[in-house]
């Protein structure tokens, strides 16, 4: 095997936190393949990929690239040693085009002067030929997450990288987003290019990869040909236990209505409407889902209803009461529970503690304050009760949030949220980016609050998750409603039609007769 990466005995602890990340983990990467790198949220999958790209020094250990010794402490040396990576949260500047981005220190000029229609053009010509095409002269903030990782796979092909480092690269994409990436993904490969792919989605490793390596704990606990594994050993190897992937869904009781949305109008982004007369409502113990395409108005919709974008028509009721223009507060003290799309940038702060995070939503709650002062020992219990209820671990009550992993860190968002019995969870996208042990734990968590009562109104991209868990399904397509099915009627094919702007009567005539 020609080898292009070889990783050997790396290690890595964190004292502040006192996790052993790696353990002496080995990782052999040969020219040409799509690697596979799996694990559950803080198995060290990324912490190893963080040392190879130079974002943290080893402990110990040696890394080769070709054969030869590689000294890497920071990322300007893996880029000169052709190591390139897309991290989870992109590393774009917002206000910038995408060619800006794209050629980013590396300008056409003359005297000074940028040529900026030669920048353009040299981009639009690299994203053609990649398959990735995108607008060169858009600017980053106004693009789709989708458009923004194509931007920065574009950064690293503009750099000639020949190790490429996806981090969980179809988080954030929809089914045909993942497809066209794999596509992307397969041709580098073919180029002699070679792809490490970290994900927690084990049928994305048997659509790409070439070979798969398995993290438990900070440990590489095996290698394997994608043509000689399959899904329930890596997930069996992934969590050390034997993984349910069916989850269990009781039929549904739904009681009286909780939410009523009627007539509602959001606008998007420089104003445009994002969401056209959308009505519905969610019932007492059933869960509402919708589904869609990435960008077809899901985080407006969420926003209007949870008080955080204001809405330019329609109506919003909790239980009757008309919520339309409350604020934040308000709504969550009527009972509103939010599972953002972005548990990093809106759902939690990192540099804050566990015990702040949780109580950021309840600080006038009379357990956790008092005449205006917290009530430091009530706040440490409830911290401790979130952390075992919902099996946060590597967390401490008092300490910082920044080092936890994305499953634990999301299960703090879930503890915060749920705890208390809210009447409404609005879900969006809540196992994004999530391991399988996680996202089984979500949706655990998710069911048992409507057996608990709670109307829920999930929103997901992923079709998976909107079969397993709705009990009825609406798809939105550019702002509307294309259509609500009940889930006995709902079949994959079946959305897919709604998702790209068909309609119940286009169901009806591709169903057989």
Known sequence: MDSAVEMTGIAKYFASTNV???KDVDLSVARGEVHALVGENGAGKTTLMNILYGLLPADRGEIHLYGKPAQIGHPDDA???GIGMVHQHFKLVPSFTVAENVMLGMEPNTVGVLRKSEESESVRQMAESYGLPVDPG????????GMQQRVEILKLLQRNAQVLILDEPTAVLTPQESRELFVVVRKLAESGRSVIFITHKLFEVMDVADRVSVMRRGERVGTKPVSETNIAELARMMVGREVLFDVERKAARPGEVVLEVDDLLVAGAEGLPAIRSVSFNVRQGEIFGIAGVNGNGQTELAEAITGMRRTEGGSIRLRGEDITRAPVD??????IAHIPEDR????LNLNATVDENLIVSRYRDPLISRLGFLRRSNIRHFTRDVIRDFDVAAAQ??????TLSGGNLQKIVLGRELSGD???IVANQPTRGLDVGSIEFVYRTLLEAREHGAAILLISVELDEIMSLSDRVAVLFRGRFAGELDSAAVTEDRLGILMAGGSLADLEMASPS
């Open 20 to 22: 052993q990340a790696n």
């Open 79 to 81: 880029i000169r040693l």
């Open 138 to 145: 858009a600017r980053v903030r106004d693009l789709p997450v």
């Open 330 to 335: 308000r709504r969550r003290s009527a009972g």
């Open 344 to 347: 990093m940038r809106i759902g």
């Open 397 to 402: 009550p008092g300490k910082g949030i920044a």
């Open 422 to 424: 809210p009447g409404l």
